[in-house]
């Protein structure tokens, strides 16, 4: 079993910042790449970004520049610090871990989901 703990959500004024925070234990023997999605009101689900265990990382357009995603190896946590936030990023945010269990399997797991609300 592996476990996805979120925090770091809220309300926010547009062109303020947050940061979320991802943390990952449980049955993991290693991680191969981390994400950070987000689903609008309405809308589908769509990547935002994500990073690889030798750190590439990739952003969805709609918030390059503006998002940076890290992580922290040693503690099986990833973040994601928003920048210059807008209205339209107003979404619920989940974390999602692709990894090698301690079995040798590979597997994804998905956190509970982080409300992000961006309004004046």
């Known amino acids: 079993q592996v476990q996805l703990v979120e925090s770091g959500g809220g309300l926010v004024q547009p062109g303020g910042s947050l940061r979320l925070s991802c943390a990952a234990s449980?049955?993991?023997?290693?991680?191969?790449?981390m994400s950070w999605s987000r689903q609008a009101p309405g809308k589908q689900r769509e990547l935002a970004a994500s990073?690889?265990?030798?750190?590439?990382?990739n952003y969805a357009d709609s918030v390059k520049g503006r998002f940076t995603i890290s992580s922290d190896n040693a503690k099986n946590t990833v973040y994601l610090h928003m920048n210059s936030l807008k209205p339209e990023d107003t979404a619920v945010y989940y974390c999602?871990?692709?990894?090698?269990?301690?079995?040798?399997?590979?597997?994804?797991?998905w956190g509970q989901g982080t409300q992000v609300t961006v309004s004046s």
């Open positions: 999602n871990v692709q990894y090698i269990s301690r079995w040798g399997t590979e597997a994804a797991s």
């Open positions: 449980g049955t993991i023997f290693s991680i191969n790449a």
């Open positions: 990073i690889t265990s030798d750190g590439t990382a």
